[in-house]
């Protein structure tokens, strides 16, 4: 089937060097593929067995959810509530729950928002699993059978995530081990959640270890605390210099970097930076959780967007929780986190906003270490049209994903219609 998309305005990767101009063009889809991409009414359309007119639109690659959790999404349908709304209860609601994990519960639940996240556009994700002793490999197997019922239209990216310790939990280590050979992409790790920083340390040598041994990238939950004691994160950063680690490695969270004095902030900023390391912020959940106990004012409790982004560290944003003991709202739509992260991270001039539209894009795609990301000739034709030609109208809009598609093939579609009657 050949398809035709007319009046693109295909968007790419904000540049503050370069003036942005809006040429419209049509992009021609042979086989799954972009076979050609002309300035606008060079094709002939009866050539075409489908054409989709972008009507000036937004074209964009598709988004990427860079850090979420599958296993646990939409498990506050199957638990008690978490009373004090604190990290710490939530962590263990979900031990009563795992002990008792069902495979096909986790699989259902994975996939009601794979199929949510593929209507707003998104067909990248990456999800951290469970791993510990007391849900076993169970949260493991439940997403891999969600990752198998989706992998032809979705790239889904498992993270080994020992939640609950490494050294505080003895058996995990074993476990980790055993999730990377049964399918897991990606060492996770928690090393703030361990009883002291020696253990802290021993964590994040460990992960290391493992991600050295299948030679595979690393992504952490990295001080998710308000608290300054944690400083994990510099840990992690001497790591890659004293080991020379070359795969990538990825900070989730960094809650504390938020809370350190300045001079220690920059100072731990600058390693990062130096070792290259991803920084993901998850807007929605630290809001939420983070500043809780604080007396006014309250923290915020996000991780120092603003700085990193102006030091030239790649910055991205995740999801992370969807009506989990956690969080108990979101709808896994990028545009929706990326809007809530601009007021958060005070993100407000235009080209802070851009800068935030293009994380769930070309950051997380670099993130991700994607090598055919993007629309081009030669390139598969995955694509999303946005109801609108300003990427900060699309994330003051939320405005609809009119097509997104795989492979040529339109998997989703969204149209909403507003009636006024005055
Ligand atoms: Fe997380």
Redesign the pocket.
């Given at each position: 089937m050949n398809i035709l998309i007319k009046n693109s305005y295909i968007y790419s990767e904000f540049d503050s060097n370069k003036k942005t101009e809006k040429l419209l063009k049509d992009i021609s889809i042979k086989n799954g593929k972009i076979d050609q991409i002309l300035d606008t009414g060079n094709f002939n359309e009866g050539d075409f067995s489908k054409v989709i007119d972008a009507k000036g639109n937004l074209v964009t690659p598709p988004f990427i959810d860079p850090?979420?959790?599958l296993d646990k999404i939409l498990i506050n349908e199957v638990v008690r509530e978490n009373v004090t709304g604190t990290l710490k209860e939530a962590i263990e609601i979900i031990w009563e729950k795992k002990k008792n994990y069902d495979l096909e519960d986790i699989r259902e639940r994975a996939g009601r928002i794979i199929r949510e996240a593929i209507s707003h556009g998104t067909l990248y994700m990456r999800t951290?699993v469970d791993i510990d002793t007391i849900g076993g490999l169970k949260p493991l197997e439940g997403v891999l059978l969600a990752k198998e019922d989706y992998k032809d239209i979705f790239h889904l990216e498992i993270v080994a995530?020992p939640q609950e310790g490494i050294i505080k939990d003895p058996g995990c280590e074993e476990l980790m081990y055993k999730a990377m050979e049964m399918g897991a992409d990606i060492v996770g790790g928690m090393p703030a959640s361990e009883n002291c920083p020696e253990d802290s340390l021993k964590h994040v040598q460990i992960v290391f270890d493992i991600a050295e041994k299948f030679n595979c990238p690393i992504d952490m939950?990295v001080d998710?605390t308000d608290d300054p004691f944690f400083r994990t994160l510099e840990m992690t950063a001497d790591e890659i210099v004293s080991r020379n680690f070359q795969p990538s490695v990825t900070a989730?969270?960094t809650c504390a970097l938020a809370s350190y004095d300045k001079k220690y902030a920059e100072y731990v900023m600058d390693k990062v930076k130096k070792t290259g390391i991803n920084m993901i912020t998850?807007p929605v959940?630290n809001l939420m959780l983070q500043g809780r106990f604080d007396d006014y004012p309250k923290r915020r409790g996000l991780t120092r967007v603003k700085e990193l982004v102006n030091l030239g560290v790649n910055v991205a944003f995740?999801q992370?929780?969807i009506k989990d003991t956690f969080y108990p709202l979101g709808r896994a739509d990028m545009l929706e986190v990326g809007n809530i992260l601009c007021h958060a991270a005070h993100m407000s001039l235009p080209h802070e906003i851009l800068e935030v539209f293009d994380m769930p894009l070309f950051k997380s795609s670099k993130l991700l270490g994607l090598d055919n990301y993007g629309i081009k000739e030669g390139g598969a034709a995955d694509l999303v049209i946005i109801d609108t030609d300003n990427p900060i109208e699309a994330l003051r809009l939320n405005s609809d994903r009119l097509f997104v598609i795989k492979d040529g093939v339109v998997l989703a579609s969204t149209k909403t219609e507003k009636k006024m009657y005055l």
């Amino acid at each position: 089937m050949n398809i035709l998309i007319k009046n693109s305005y295909i968007y790419s990767e904000f540049d503050s060097n370069k003036k942005t101009e809006k040429l419209l063009k049509d992009i021609s889809i042979k086989n799954g593929k972009i076979d050609q991409i002309l300035d606008t009414g060079n094709f002939n359309e009866g050539d075409f067995s489908k054409v989709i007119d972008a009507k000036g639109n937004l074209v964009t690659p598709p988004f990427i959810d860079p850090h979420i959790h599958l296993d646990k999404i939409l498990i506050n349908e199957v638990v008690r509530e978490n009373v004090t709304g604190t990290l710490k209860e939530a962590i263990e609601i979900i031990w009563e729950k795992k002990k008792n994990y069902d495979l096909e519960d986790i699989r259902e639940r994975a996939g009601r928002i794979i199929r949510e996240a593929i209507s707003h556009g998104t067909l990248y994700m990456r999800t951290h699993v469970d791993i510990d002793t007391i849900g076993g490999l169970k949260p493991l197997e439940g997403v891999l059978l969600a990752k198998e019922d989706y992998k032809d239209i979705f790239h889904l990216e498992i993270v080994a995530f020992p939640q609950e310790g490494i050294i505080k939990d003895p058996g995990c280590e074993e476990l980790m081990y055993k999730a990377m050979e049964m399918g897991a992409d990606i060492v996770g790790g928690m090393p703030a959640s361990e009883n002291c920083p020696e253990d802290s340390l021993k964590h994040v040598q460990i992960v290391f270890d493992i991600a050295e041994k299948f030679n595979c990238p690393i992504d952490m939950h990295v001080d998710e605390t308000d608290d300054p004691f944690f400083r994990t994160l510099e840990m992690t950063a001497d790591e890659i210099v004293s080991r020379n680690f070359q795969p990538s490695v990825t900070a989730g969270h960094t809650c504390a970097l938020a809370s350190y004095d300045k001079k220690y902030a920059e100072y731990v900023m600058d390693k990062v930076k130096k070792t290259g390391i991803n920084m993901i912020t998850n807007p929605v959940t630290n809001l939420m959780l983070q500043g809780r106990f604080d007396d006014y004012p309250k923290r915020r409790g996000l991780t120092r967007v603003k700085e990193l982004v102006n030091l030239g560290v790649n910055v991205a944003f995740g999801q992370d929780c969807i009506k989990d003991t956690f969080y108990p709202l979101g709808r896994a739509d990028m545009l929706e986190v990326g809007n809530i992260l601009c007021h958060a991270a005070h993100m407000s001039l235009p080209h802070e906003i851009l800068e935030v539209f293009d994380m769930p894009l070309f950051k997380s795609s670099k993130l991700l270490g994607l090598d055919n990301y993007g629309i081009k000739e030669g390139g598969a034709a995955d694509l999303v049209i946005i109801d609108t030609d300003n990427p900060i109208e699309a994330l003051r809009l939320n405005s609809d994903r009119l097509f997104v598609i795989k492979d040529g093939v339109v998997l989703a579609s969204t149209k909403t219609e507003k009636k006024m009657y005055l």
